[in-house]
């Protein structure tokens, strides 16, 4: 057995979701820090497994080594020893995807970038006996992270983010990321048994995330990833894992309700659910918050309002009034609303049960929960 190690990028905030899922998924976790989550797998399984099923991870990357670089010597050197021709075959493109350096005596990114390739490059000329390296076959991006004068040298597994499930048309004005909005989802507990309402839907962003998570639709199986063409073994392993994801999606009866004041952004939301394989669960309607109403018990309001930094506070204040209003008209339902809006409890008209800081894009926002009154929130996680 050929244990691997992984570590899963997520945004600030996310870390305790991402670990829950990769432990999830069957892999243990070896530590997690800022917008990481480090864990181990038994074979090459892993990293297909991690790409088609994290929810909530921006990218899985490969740890192929480790040293300490505090000199440009020192990072030449360092990777001199790794065996990257054991990944990278004669034609395969090494883009150096990405440098990060933090506490560290070397800061310089570019500099850094062109000493890893040269290094690199070395290496497989060496290693795979020649003297031209073509770069036309299948990408192996390379990221190193330097902190305290420290390196570790990944492949980005995933290539392309992995918000990027395939589903989303280009085109609303502020759609929220997949894996916050999958994030969001995971967070308020929602279960099919109960309604479900985004009462500002935009493109749908959270009602589809919701629909794929309770029918078990794997997040990345409408798309590819760069370790797919990395070997015939890898090939393989995304085929089989691939195929068993097919297999283990759930037809779940759902009661799924999007809505928005604006015509174009329904239109989009349709067009995004169908592509996601989930047009049939949710119905979506345009229309003013101001006019949700259900007789349902027990639903669930998961939303993304408007901050208000284009438009200015008046509209968001009006928008957050009545959305405090309809929410105290609604029978034990709970609301998770995300907000980067600074006087948000005050508009709503109540203080949230429990906050919690998500960055949205770069911008600071918190998930403001409220659960019915009869219900106790140690009862939440
Ligand atoms: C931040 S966006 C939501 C983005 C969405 N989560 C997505 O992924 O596309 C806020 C949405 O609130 C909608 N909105 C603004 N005022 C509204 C109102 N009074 N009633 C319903 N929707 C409203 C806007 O049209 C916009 O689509």
């Known amino acids: ?48 497994l991690s790409n088609l099923y994290l929810r909530t991870a921006d990218r899985v990357f490969l740890k192929i080594g480790e040293f300490d670089a505090d000199s440009f ?28 350096s933090v506490r560290s005596k070397l800061y310089s990114k570019s500099d850094c970038q062109a000493i890893v390739k040269k290094a690199v490059a070395q290496r497989l000329q060496k290693m795979h006996r020649v003297r031209l390296l073509p770069e036309t076959g299948a990408a192996y991006p390379i990221a190193v992270h330097i902190a305290n004068d420290h390196a570790e040298v990944f492949l980005n ?39 479900l309402a985004d009462v500002m839907c935009g493109s749908g962003t959270i009602l589809i995330e919701a629909a794929m998570i309770m029918k ?14 990395w070997s015939p073994q890898y090939t393989e392993s995304y085929v089989q894992c691939r195929e068993a994801a097919h297999k283990a999606v759930k037809e779940v009866p759902l009661r ?7 015509y174009f952004s329904i239109k989009q ?26 007789k349902k018990k027990c639903g669930v309001i998961i939303s993304n309002a408007p901050y208000g930094m284009r438009t200015g506070g008046s509209q968001v204040q009006t928008i957050y009034e009545n959305l405090g209003r309809i929410y105290r008209n609604l029978n034990e339902w709970s609301a998770f609303i995300l907000s980067g809006y600074d006087h948000f409890e005050n508009a709503f008209g109540q203080k949230c049960v429990k906050n919690r800081k998500l960055y949205n ?15 106790n929130i140690h009862g939440h996680s």
């Open 1 to 48: 057995m050929n244990t691997i190690s992984l570590c899963a990028v997520c945004s600030f905030g996310l870390e305790s979701i991402l670990k829950r899922e990769i432990i999830r998924l069957g892999f243990p976790v070896k530590k997690v820090e800022n917008g990481k989550v480090y864990y181990s797998g038994d074979d090459i399984h892993a990293v297909a």
């Open 361 to 375: 894009g770069g911008i600071k926002t918190y998930l403001y929960s409220y659960y019915p009154q009869k219900e």
């Open 73 to 100: 010597d020192s990072l030449y050197e360092g990777i001199l020893q790794i065996p990257f021709e054991e990944y990278v075959p004669a034609d395969g493109r090494f883009d150096i995807y990405k440098i990060n």
């Open 256 to 262: 799924i309700l999007g809505s928005d004041i604006d």
């Open 216 to 229: 078990n639709i794997a997040p990345g199986i409408r798309r590819n990833f760069a370790s797919e063409y």
């Open 157 to 195: 597994t995933s290539g392309a983010g992995l918000n990027r499930r395939g589903y989303r048309q280009a085109g609303n004005e502020a759609p929220l990321k997949e894996t916050l909005a999958a994030a969001m989802v995971l967070l308020s507990n929602y279960r099919a048994e109960k309604t």
């Open 269 to 294: 939301a349709k067009e995004n659910a169908h592509l996601a394989g989930v047009e049939n669960d949710i119905a979506f309607q345009k229309l003013d918050l101001k006019d949700f109403s259900s």
